[in-house]
């Protein structure tokens, strides 16, 4: 009965095992998929943005304020349309550290 119940042992074993590796699995898939959902918004909101600079950006005039004012819209109008809502709750944290605060808000 020794080499059956080693081998309930190590079956308990194994499955402990795969159990772990199937939750690390699971999780890698998850963390992979938030990356590439994250890649896909960053990279169509950067082609939304230089689209919208470069066909508005000789009518914006050259003061300043107005330049400043306009990119701001064409970052915010390609954000919403890239449903930024839906990638700021499912990507929080990884938003956080990539826009902080300070460089979306204007402190003037």
């Known amino acids: 009965m020794v080499p059956n119940k080693q ?3 190590e079956q308990n074993t194994i499955q402990k095992n795969w159990s772990r590796i199937s ?3 699971s999780l ?4 992979i ?7 896909r918004f960053v990279k169509r909101s950067l082609r ?3 689209s919208g600079i ?3 950006f000789s009518s914006w005039g050259r003061q300043c304020r107005n330049i400043e004012k306009n990119i701001a ?3 915010s109008d390609c954000y919403l349309s890239h449903n930024i809502c839906d990638i700021a709750a499912s990507n929080h944290e990884t938003l956080t550290a990539v826009l902080s605060p300070s460089d979306v808000l ?3």
């Open 7 to 9: 081998s309930d042992q």
């Open 23 to 25: 939750t690390k699995l």
């Open 28 to 31: 890698s898939v998850a963390v």
């Open 33 to 39: 998929s938030i990356y590439l959902q994250g890649k």
């Open 48 to 50: 939304c943005m230089t």
């Open 54 to 56: 470069k066909a508005g």
């Open 73 to 75: 819209r064409v970052q």
């Open 106 to 108: 204007n402190e003037r």
